[in-house]
């Protein structure tokens, strides 16, 4: 961990493209990640930790099997442990995540998913490697 100041606004300005998350910085054992979203993710679920959304700007809705939760700027949600959830942002939108560092995301692109879970989201899984928490 690092004693640095790190800029919310000027880190996104380092992501290039949607559903990439970037690791802004960590605590303890959770990364906050920073990331701009627009249209809808995978439908998933996070079996040992809960995930925080936070809105910097536009509107995040999350998608919960029973129910939408629609999150505006400087609005927060937690999506408890174990809750198939599914994000999606139909303007460009940028945001923070907070989750554990070993967390994954349990699901898959669509090719490998079941019929199930195909609607209402939109299958997709990018994976990035970057990490804006790094010097450099």
Same mark, same amino acid.
């Given at each position: 961990?690092?004693?640095?100041?790190?800029?919310?606004?000027?880190?996104?300005?380092?992501?290039?493209?949607?559903?990439?998350?970037?690791?802004?910085?960590?605590?303890?054992?959770?990364?906050?990640? /920073? /990331?701009?979203?627009?249209?809808?993710? /995978?439908?998933?679920?996070?079996?040992?930790?809960?995930?925080?959304?936070?809105?910097?700007?536009?509107?995040?809705?999350?998608?919960?099997?029973?129910?939408?939760?629609?999150?505006?700027?400087?609005?927060?949600?937690?999506?408890?442990?174990?809750?198939?959830?599914?994000? /999606?942002?139909?303007?460009?939108?940028?945001?923070?995540?907070?989750?554990?560092?070993?967390?994954?995301?349990?699901?898959?692109?669509?090719?490998?998913?079941?019929?199930?879970?195909?609607?209402?989201?939109?299958?997709?899984?990018?994976?990035?490697?970057?990490?804006?928490?790094?010097?450099?």
């Amino acid at each position: 961990m690092s004693d640095d100041v790190r800029n919310v606004l000027a880190a996104l300005s380092q992501v290039a493209g949607h559903w990439q998350p970037h690791r802004l910085t960590s605590i303890n054992d959770y990364d906050v990640k /920073v /990331v701009k979203v627009l249209g809808e993710f /995978v439908w998933h679920t996070h079996p040992d930790t809960d995930e925080l959304f936070m809105v910097i700007s536009g509107e995040l809705t999350v998608r919960l099997r029973d129910r939408d939760v629609v999150l505006g700027p400087h609005d927060v949600f937690v999506v408890p442990r174990g809750v198939e959830h599914c994000p /999606v942002a139909e303007l460009h939108t940028p945001g923070a995540w907070h989750a554990s560092a070993a967390a994954h995301v349990t699901g898959a692109p669509a090719t490998q998913v079941p019929a199930r879970q195909l609607s209402p989201c939109v299958q997709r899984l990018p994976s990035s490697g970057h990490d804006l928490a790094a010097p450099g």
